[in-house]
């Protein structure tokens, strides 16, 4: 039985360290308004795996303030059946049933992509053939999904459990910058050097009733000046007006700036240097302040994943979950923050005793409460030249000294 716990441990840190393409989708799910990442256990293998789902796949059927009990997920499969496009939408339904977690399946099929179509067995589709319509699960605390929603209020929709995406509030400002950034293109295009010359030193071309031809080409930077009594060559450069259109385009890029919760200067240039990542963290910026936000969002999703995935374990016997999860999570904060800096701050914590060496060591070295006491416990036996079994067999005896 050991064994068998040790091998779907193993196999359980490297699925969690090796999660393919969660940037990526982290990143698209931003973008849309969130993502969720559904564990699952793949009965060939007996190993468990996670797939994703955008927001707009996903409809939550039961929710509060803080979190999404219930909700149906959308997974639209596209196939050729003759001359005709078949799509198929499985609906996953996940639902609570007086404490037990039910999971029911339905199969649509539907002719038009704007519409789910019509029931049908999952047997219509190959992957789903094997597939349960009702999977009744006991023993679970929270659903089997985590949805990462992006910090911040939904505005549009104040009763949806759902956020908004990362440039929802800035569409109109893109939009613009759009266009502006075209009309700078084609200003740039206009204000090349060209050339007037007069009609002595252009040949024309004439057609079958002797009209002259003359062709004018766009991209060309030389031009004939008709009706010219001497020849002649001259040049003229149109002015660009380039610090106009930086200007505007740097006050849209302001305005998104201030819309998608970045600080001024994120996007738009005002001719000073560029802020690095410590003086982001001292000046409290609105991009630090955003991020931070955003990473206990993630830091407790990524929990909540690890608690499904063992409960889910639990349930189909690959691991024997006895006793509550100590999860720590180190998203390595070297980019934002210096290592030295940050063992500096605790340091000073420390000794003005407002923080104790546990939660320094959890903090700065990224580890949980246990393996930060047995880290103490390693300095203690260094300090007193112990050996750290004898340590550890002195804090035994201490701990059951009190129990008695």
């Known amino acids: 039985m050991i064994q068998k716990q040790m091998s779907f441990y193993k196999a359980f840190l490297k699925t969690i360290n090796s999660v393919k393409n969660f940037g990526e989708e982290l990143e698209a799910g931003y973008a849309i308004g969130g993502l969720v990442m559904r564990p699952y256990v793949d009965t060939k293998t007996n190993k468990i795996k996670i797939s994703f789902c955008r927001a707009d796949t996903f409809y939550p059927l039961q929710s509060n303030t803080n979190d999404i009990s219930e909700a149906a997920i959308a997974t639209v499969t596209q196939q050729t059946e003759g001359r005709t496009t078949v799509y198929y939408t499985l609906l996953e339904f996940h639902e609570w049933d007086n404490g037990t977690y039910v999971i029911r399946n339905e199969l649509y099929r539907s002719e038009e992509q704007s519409q789910v179509g019509v029931k049908v067995p999952l047997s219509a589709l190959d992957k789903y053939k094997d597939m349960q319509q009702e999977t009744r699960l006991k023993g679970f605390t929270r659903p089997l999904f985590v949805y990462i929603k992006l910090a911040g209020k939904n505005n549009i929709d104040v009763d949806s459990p759902l956020s908004l995406g990362v440039i929802d509030n800035a569409k109109r400002q893109l939009m613009d910058i759009n266009e502006k950034y075209d009309e700078f293109m084609w200003e740039i295009e206009e204000a090349k050097r060209k050339i007037l010359a007069s009609d002595h030193f252009f040949k024309v071309r004439y057609d079958e009733k ?57 996007f738009s240039f005002d001719g000073q240097s560029v802020k690095t990542a410590t003086e982001i963290i001292s000046e409290n910026s609105e991009t630090f302040s955003t991020r931070s936000d955003n990473v206990l969002l993630v830091e407790e999703a990524l929990k909540e994943l690890i608690t499904t995935i063992f409960e889910l374990a639990s349930a189909y016997k690959l691991f024997e979950l006895s006793k509550k999860l100590g999860i720590n999570i180190d998203f390595d904060d070297g980019v934002f923050e210096s290592q030295d800096a940050k063992a500096d701050y605790y340091s000073k914590l420390v000794t003005v005793g407002l923080s104790s060496k546990l939660n320094a060591i959890q903090k700065l070295m990224g580890v949980t409460e246990k393996q930060a006491k047995q880290m103490i416990y390693e300095m203690r036996a260094e300090m007193f030249d112990m050996d750290y079994q004898e340590q550890e067999q002195l804090v035994e005896q201490e701990e059951l000294g009190d129990e008695e």
């Open 210 to 266: 002797g009209n002259p031809i003359r062709r004018f080409d766009s991209k060309t930077s030389v031009f004939q000046r008709l009706k010219s009594d001497e020849p002649f060559i001259d040049e003229f450069a149109p002015s660009l007006r380039s610090s106009e259109f930086i200007e505007s385009i740097n006050f849209i890029l302001r305005i998104i700036e201030l819309q998608t919760g970045f600080s001024s200067g994120t």
